[in-house]
């Protein structure tokens, strides 16, 4: 995980950071430095529920119903893993 080193707001009323990530973490960028998002772990404040199902036990992550609104059945989805020591972060993207 990394952390934020420093902040500045530019003249255009943005705000600049200077972020600290390890290698490891750095790698998963694949060379692309653009449409990041930051966000820290803290903001996550909505609980969801993991299932599983059948025998090679399927996992199923529910999408809480306040966050589920406005995504369509036919909504294109990527997904990436990340881990951590202690945890496992799993960004999802869709598509509107």
Request: with cysteine; hydrophobic share 35%; net charge positive.
């Amino acid at each position: 995980m990394g952390s934020v080193k420093g902040t500045k707001i530019t003249s255009n009323n943005k705000v600049e950071y200077v972020v600290s990530i390890s290698y490891e973490e750095s790698l998963l960028l694949k060379g692309h430095v653009t449409n990041i998002h930051l966000f820290s772990e803290e903001s996550a404040d909505t609980k969801a529920n993991i299932l599983s199902r059948g025998k090679g036990n399927t996992k199923y992550l529910r999408i809480p119903r306040q966050i589920a609104k406005d995504i369509g059945e036919m909504s294109s989805v990527k997904c990436l893993r990340m881990e951590s020591a202690d945890k496992i972060i799993i960004y999802t993207v869709i598509d509107k």
